[in-house]
Nanobody, 125 residues
Framework: QVQLVESGGGLVQPGGSLRLSCAAS????????MGWFRQAPGKEREFVAAITWSGKNTDYADSVKGRFTISRDNAKNTVYLQMNSLGPEDTAVYYCAADDVPFRISLTSSAYKYWGQGTQVTVSS
């Protein structure tokens, strides 16, 4: 069972930055891609960004393109989400997820088999 642990959330002022981390453990050889999703109060969970385990391919939601960057560190089995120019609309619980199906990078939450517990990001002055 792959385990995912997120960290790095918190309170930040509008225009600020945060970096989220997602550490993977267990049979990580089975992971094909990692994704970040977020869920704001009263809203459905939405795709934010994804990266293949090789790091070669990435994808982003239109709402975060140019502001967020997803990356991974092979040695640490960790995926990061660098978030810049944050606004109140980015306030949500951010979840890390892992997909074990090869040859795809999915924007759909149902494609991801493993999930972290989530980390709260609040953008407010």
């Amino acid at each position: 069972q792959v385990q995912l642990v997120e960290s790095g959330g918190g309170l930040v002022q509008p225009g600020g930055s945060l970096r989220l981390s997602c550490a993977a453990s267990g049979p990580i050889f089975s992971i094909n891609a990692m994704g970040w999703f977020r869920q704001a109060p009263g809203k459905e969970r939405e795709f934010v960004a994804a990266i293949t385990w090789s790091g070669k391919n990435t994808d982003y939601a239109d709402s975060v393109k140019g502001r967020f960057t997803i990356s991974r560190d092979n040695a640490k089995n960790t995926v990061y989400l660098q978030m810049n120019s944050l606004g109140p609309e980015d306030t949500a619980v951010y979840y890390c997820a892992a997909d074990d199906v090869p040859f795809r990078i999915s924007l759909t939450s149902s494609a991801y088999k493993y999930w972290g517990q989530g980390t709260q990001v609040t953008v407010s002055s």
